[in-house]
């Protein structure tokens, strides 16, 4: 059956013309794929075929325009049931009218299990009828007994419900009592030997704390925390037990962002595995010297050992959130094996008051990330003193938790407080524990038990009986949960089993927990890093550590023997979780970077088509997406700018990623560009969240190494809220080492015209020049983007070199002129001779620019050149900060080896045999160009945008920061003036030709 295709319905454009052809009489093609790639003055995009088949007819040709309807091929179809285009595949829904069945399926999924009468002893003195509370109570009980705890939780359920529809108010149910959230009957018991396992965890915290204070004998210069690893030593024990699986050739490892000043628990535990050496850890925070330990986690300084950077508080959560949301998606796309992999994630109680650190949960659960755990060590302290000292940030986090869709798992008491809790007739005892507030919770654990007795089970007579034949000693034994390996054991076990949501474990610890008097639970325990020798031997006995006396002083660590039955252990149990943890490792196969062909196109002119360098970059991703290689690997990351940078075409193409498919038919189904969502989509359609975004690129950008997958991730936002908003995980992403693109689009503080003083950017290649391992370019024309992207592809993911790239894109329309002779080279290094005016011969000048105002200056040079005759050299500087970060490298080579002769600079090479002073100008503030000022000799000249941006025109906008061509040529006439080579009169008569008021006030002070 012969079938036309024609240009489906395309919004809003008519007359968009057809800029590739992509098929040709003869061509057999599948179903979607391209036809010809349209291109309004905003977009491209593609047209896809309706159905397979075979094309028997082109019916149009680069340069033609087409509007809806227009007749592109003829194709005879494969099958005759061929389908729409816009037909959208909806998942279905669950069935409303089960929703009852389906309510109590699910919670009969718990498992069956005995459980005690919990609710029998509880009364309120406020109840005014306790015998009908009794029978209520009774009735449940019964239920519970016997048809179990799901039918009891269902009936429950339904009277709520029913309670509601009665319009009764309920209690805020946000929050449970003040107890662990697993009753000890559903306790789950730990197959560990606890004996070993606390001796092992006696050593590691020993090794912990001698490392920091050696490392303090050197030099107090150095720091480090004691305090807060004691606080979670069971925490991470129980975990690297028990729970942590690693990478290995069977598996591809859970993944632990360890609490950043946590780390020497860690270091001190790979000791005792044999990791790390004892001059290692005499190495602690020593690291400029090879061999060193680094503070925090930081995989650049120790890439084989760290793979999360989290010590900034905030990032940790947040960057592992969109971790645990890219493993699903690199599994839902097909490129990875659902191996039940978990992402777990240890951050304080202070780390909560973050924005970074809360900001994502909603995400978390509305992704369903089961394969997501959170761990919140609730010590009750940060630095200064208590979180919540009138409060409880265990209460508040279960609110906040529970409010967002997590499984939340209270682990607030030890097993000591197990018979209490039972014995407990009256319901006193959790009341009591409801009403203390964290800053006595943190001071009751500072002053011992006698205090506890007084101030705690004091306050009602009942409860002081309930403990009246304890000791003191006893009381201060009552544990908190997260030092109980039993109830830590319990809690993570049942975060494993959680499904469909995230978990968080909120675990109560004690700050400085064994350090006595010397730091334990006291508002300065979180820089306590020196123990004299009376709290090291309190710390030795408290753990009952077998050094002798002599060896604390001495500050030795204890390592038993490889044979010992600590050590043996120790190596079994991570043996069988697969191997070591932390650890960093890539076996990932590079990328082949793509044939130049699919870049060829932007190498020529564009004759009288203008276009803005952000849809020339928008074209090469949809040139990528054709490329076999480049195509599945490529993660197009954006903050809900698409339609902004023209990318809406991604949409059908590749599809938005959604876990759950598209359970609607969006509004704008019948269009080309329709809104898809679905479960393989490859977009990753952030929302308003940049800070997320971020975290999506940089899980992308170190897929490599967590999940050895190069991935390509292409995060393009608008460059004001990039470095300068999301500043702290760039930073984080270059220790992490990741490879990817960052685009600043819309970038330039006159080019991005009327969104005003909060948007427009002239500062970000600042911000990212001051990350090492990031290179940033500026270019103007599409063949410099082609050029710097194509090696961008080749250098990240063909070579694996370490490095991310930051490259500015603009929204201004203009047409681009074919690439130089032999211009790649420059382009890539910072700078290339774009064009050269000898009319005259006898004023030269150097002038210099990138971005949208390369083309002032080149306009300029030519009214300089007719009108003035002063002739130039027109750079076209695509990176200030590439050129800069070799003037410097060769400047210092220079003055280590005096005696040599002197290297030049590549600027240096560039304008040694060239004339005339230099005048630079750049959308940015003038320190972005006066980077290169060293690097020559020659009078040197900026003009940028100093100061803030506001909205009007682009050509007002220039002419306020005094960056357009005609500020060029008058500046520089004056330039020339005060060099000596040519009259002032020149410039005073262009300064009245330009009508350039002389009084207006410099535009940092407007
Ligand atoms: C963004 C950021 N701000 C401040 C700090 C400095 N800092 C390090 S630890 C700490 C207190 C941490 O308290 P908490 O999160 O409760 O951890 P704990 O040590 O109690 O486990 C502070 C303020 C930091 N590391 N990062
Ligand atoms: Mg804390």
């Known amino acids: 059956m012969t079938e036309n295709i024609s240009v489906p319905d395309i919004g809003d454009f008519e007359s968009v013309e057809v800029i590739e052809v992509l098929v040709k009489t003869g061509d057999k093609i599948n179903k979607d794929d391209p036809i010809v790639t349209l291109e309004s003055d905003k977009s ?81 003195k406020d109840d005014v009828d306790p015998l009908e509370t009794k029978e209520w109570i009774e009735s449940l009980n019964a239920v519970i007994e016997n048809d179990g705890p799901s039918r009891a939780s269902f009936l429950l359920n339904k009277v709520v419900s029913q309670a509601y529809t009665a319009g009764l108010v309920l209690p805020d149910t946000r929050t449970t009592p003040y107890i662990n959230t697993i009753p000890p009957e559903l306790e789950v018991k730990s197959p560990g030997d606890q004996n070993i396992e606390k001796k092992i965890r006696a050593y590691v915290r020993w090794n912990a704390a001698a490392m920091v204070v050696r490392a303090n004998k050197i030099s107090g210069e150095l720091g480090g925390h004691i305090g807060t690893f004691a606080s979670a030593a069971t925490l991470y024990d129980v975990g690297m037990n028990h729970f942590w699986r690693a990478k290995n050739k069977n598996f591809g490892g859970d993944l632990v962002y360890f609490q950043g000043h946590s780390a020497p628990g860690m270091y001190a535990r790979a000791f005792l595995e044999g990791r790390l050496s004892e001059k290692q850890l005499n190495r602690f925070r020593q690291e400029v010297d090879s061999g060193g330990l680094s503070s925090y986690p930081h995989p650049w300084l120790m890439p084989k050992f760290w793979q999360f950077p989290t010590v900034s ?40 008051d973050e924005p970074e650190s809360l900001g994502a949960i909603s995400l978390a659960a509305r992704e369903k990330l089961d394969n997501l755990i959170f761990v919140v060590n609730c010590n009750l302290q940060r630095l200064d003193g208590p979180v919540r000292g009138n409060g409880k940030i265990i209460q508040e986090l279960e609110g906040s938790f529970r409010g967002a869709g997590w499984n939340v798992l209270k682990v607030i008491w030890g097993s000591y407080w197990d018979p209490l809790l039972k014995a407990d007739k009256t319901g006193l005892l959790m009341k009591r524990m409801n009403e203390v507030v964290d800053g006595e919770y943190q001071a009751m654990k500072a002053k011992g038990g006698a205090y506890v007795r007084e101030k705690f089970f004091g306050r009602y007579p009942e409860l002081k009986e309930l403990v009246s034949s304890m000791t003191d000693n006893d009381i201060w034994r009552l544990n908190r949960g997260g030092h109980d390996p039993h109830k830590v054991y319990s809690a993570y076990s049942a975060a494993m089993q959680n ?94 970077a793509p044939p130049k062909d699919i870049f060829e196109s932007f190498m020529k002119s564009t004759g009288d088509k203008e276009m803005s360098t952000t ?9 990528l997406l054709r490329d076999k290689n480049v195509a599945p690997r490529l993660v197009p990351i954006i903050p809900d700018e698409a339609r902004t940078f023209g990318m ?91 490879r990817g693109f960052l685009i600043g689009a819309t970038a330039g503080r006159t080019t991005l015209a009327g969104e005003g003083l909060q948007h427009q950017d002239g500062h970000s290649h600042i911000l990212a020049s001051m990350i090492p391992n990031c290179v940033s370019y500026d270019p103007t024309f599409s063949y410099e983007m082609a050029v710097i992207f194509r090696e961008g592809l080749r250098r990240m993911h063909e070579k694996n070199e370490n490095i991310f790239y930051y490259i500015t894109a603009m929204n201004e329309n203009y047409s681009h002129p074919e690439k130089p002779e032999g211009a790649d080279e420059g382009i890539l290094k910072g700078m290339y001779l774009f064009k050269e005016y000898r009319n005259k011969g006898k004023i030269k000048i150097q002038l210099m620019g990138s971005g949208t105002i390369l083309r002032e200056a080149i306009a300029a040079a030519k009214i300089l050149s007719e009108e003035y005759g002063v002739d130039s050299d027109i750079w076209s500087v695509t990176s200030f900060n590439e050129l800069r970060k070799d003037g410097m490298e060769i400047e210092r080579r220079n003055l280590l080896n005096p005696n040599n002769k002197k ?23 003038r320190s972005f160009s006066d980077q290169i000022r060293p690097y020559t000799d020659k009078p040197f000249y900026s003009l940028g945008t100093d100061g803030f941006g506001r909205s009007d025109t682009r050509k007002n906008l220039r002419k306020f920061f005094e960056v357009d061509k005609e500020h060029i040529v008058a500046y520089t006439l004056s330039a020339l ?28 002070k407007l």
């Open 44 to 124: 491209s995009v593609e047209v896809p075929s309706p159905t397979a088949g075979e094309i028997l007819e082109m019916n149009v040709k680069v340069g033609d325009k087409v509007s809806k309807g227009s007749l592109l091929a003829k194709l005879q179809s494969a099958s005759s049931n061929s389908e729409k285009t816009t037909k959208i595949e909806v998942e279905p829904t669950k069935e409303q009218k089960n929703v009852e069945k389906e309510e109590e399926k699910i919670l009969n999924n718990n498992p069956k299990k005995i459980v005690e009468k919990i609710f029998d002893q509880s009364f309120s």
């Open 648 to 738: 809406e075409g991604f949409f059908r193409k590749i599809g938005i990623y959604a876990h759950e498919g598209q359970k609607y038919e969006p509004e704008d189904s019948e269009q080309l560009s329709s809104y898809k969502e679905t479960k393989s989509g490859q977009v990753l359609e952030e929302g308003i969240t940049e800070a997320g975004a971020m975290s999506s690129w940089i899980a992308a950008a170190t897929a490599y190494t967590n999940h050895d997958i190069e991935m390509i991730p292409v995060y393009i936002f608008y460059s004001m809220f990039g470095f300068q908003r999301i500043g702290d995980f760039a930073w984080a992403a270059g220790d992490a080492q990741a």
């Open 615 to 623: 849809m020339a970059l928008v074209r090469m991703l949809t040139n």
């Open 313 to 352: 508080m905030g990032l940790g959560p947040i960057m592992a959130i969109y971790q645990a949301r890219f493993l699903k998606y690199l599994i839902n796309r097909g490129l990875l094996k659902d191996e039940g992999r978990k992402i777990w994630v240890f951050l304080g109680d202070g780390e909560t």
């Open 903 to 925: 290297e030049k600079s590549y600027v240096e090479k560039c304008l040694e045999k060239r004339d005339g002073p230099i005048i630079a100008v750049t959308d940015y503030v």
């Open 977 to 1004: 003036a005060k060099e000596q080579l040519l009259g002032s009169d020149n410039a005073e008569k262009a300064f009245k030709k330009y009508n350039i008021d002389k009084k207006k006030a410099f535009p940092t």
């Open 499 to 592: 499904k469909d949501s995230p978990t968080v474990v909120i675990a109560k610890t004690v700050k400085g927990y064994g350090m006595g008097k010397s730091g334990e639970s006291i508002n300065t325990t979180h820089q306590q890093k020196k123990l004299d020798e009376k709290d090291l031997l309190y710390y030795r006995d408290r753990f009952n550590v077998p050094l002798t006396d002599k060896q604390v002083k001495n500050i030795e660590y204890y390592k038993p023997a490889e044979e010992s039955e600590e050590i043996k252990y120790l190596k079994e149990r991570r043996k069988q979780l697969g191997g070591f943890i932390p650890e960093r490792s890539s076996f990932a196969q590079p990328i082949k």
